[in-house]
């Protein structure tokens, strides 16, 4: 392992050196001098007697009692971890997460095509509704601008006829107590709730005379032809 991180550096200052070389930058000698006296030391691994923490002590770190870490000292020492690689080796229910994961991920060919399908096929048929609902929107548009005209002059006819009868109350408020009077006062509230119960009593009187007028017309006798 030593000897290919060392064969790796070595090609790698060959390169630099390679392309100090084809560039038109001086650099320094005591600069390539120094590159070139470097001499990292080896990596120690200790395979002798490697270090195998003891996943029964509670002084072992959680994290060295995994079995990711396990790996990793398999990875580094072999055999001589003393870990069986049969331990290793993912559980059943480890194997079905992992094809679980790898089938919703990475589908096979046919399903992701089913799937492409599917999507759309839902995207047209939302396309399809949302023009449709247009279409009926644009057909009732004249209604819908002839209802909104309406209402607007509805509205507006409401607030003048409100408007009317607000100066009215003001007026005969004014008439009756020589003054002009708030609005909000209970002398004027008073006064219009007695003459809107006036107003009321008068409707009544108009419905019930006219009902009698046509009580009279229906129990008249016909008039014999000559």
């Known amino acids: 392992m030593a000897a290919s991180v060392l064969c790796r550096r070595t090609a790698v200052f060959n390169r630099t050196l390679k392309e100090i070389s084809t560039s038109k930058?001086?650099?320094?000698?005591?600069?390539?001098?120094?590159?070139?006296?470097?001499?990292?030391?080896?990596?120690?691994l200790n395979l002798r007697d490697?270090?195998?923490?003891?996943?029964?002590?509670?002084?072992?770190?959680?994290?060295?009692?995994?079995?990711?870490?396990?790996g990793k000292l398999y990875g580094r020492y072999g055999s001589a971890s003393g870990i069986d690689p049969a331990s290793l080796w993912p559980s059943h229910?480890?194997?079905?997460?992992?094809?679980?994961?790898?089938?919703?991920?990475?589908?096979?060919?046919?399903?992701?095509?089913k799937n492409i399908k599917a999507?759309?096929?839902?995207?047209?048929?939302?396309?399809?509704?949302?023009e449709k609902l247009i279409a009926a929107n644009m057909a009732?548009?004249?209604?819908?601008?002839?209802?909104?005209?309406?209402?607007?002059?509805?509205?507006?006819?409401?607030?003048?006829?409100?408007?009317?009868?607000?100066?009215?109350?003001?007026?005969?408020?004014?008439?009756?107590?020589g003054y002009t009077?708030?609005?909000r006062s209970h002398k004027y509230l008073d006064m219009v709730a007695e003459i809107e119960k006036e107003e009321k009593k008068q409707?009544?009187?108009?419905?019930?005379?006219?009902k009698?007028?046509?009580a009279a017309t229906l129990d008249a006798p016909p008039v014999a032809s000559s």
């Open 203 to 210: 409707i009544k009187l108009i419905k019930r005379k006219q």
């Open 93 to 113: 229910e480890q194997l079905d997460k992992a094809v679980t994961e790898e089938n919703e991920w990475h589908p096979p060919l046919e399903v992701m095509l």
């Open 140 to 177: 009732n548009m004249p209604k819908m601008v002839a209802d909104w005209r309406r209402q607007k002059l509805e509205t507006k006819q409401k607030l003048k006829e409100e408007k009317a009868r607000r100066a009215k109350f003001l007026a005969a408020a004014r008439e009756r107590f």
């Open 119 to 130: 999507k759309q096929k839902e995207e047209t048929e939302k396309r399809l509704a949302k």
């Open 50 to 70: 490697p270090y195998i923490p003891d996943k029964d002590s509670e002084r072992t770190p959680e994290w060295q009692k995994t079995a990711r870490h396990a």
């Open 181 to 183: 009077v708030d609005p």
């Open 212 to 214: 009698e007028e046509q």
């Open 25 to 44: 930058f001086v650099i320094p000698a005591h600069a390539l001098l120094q590159t070139a006296s470097y001499n990292p030391k080896p990596l120690k």
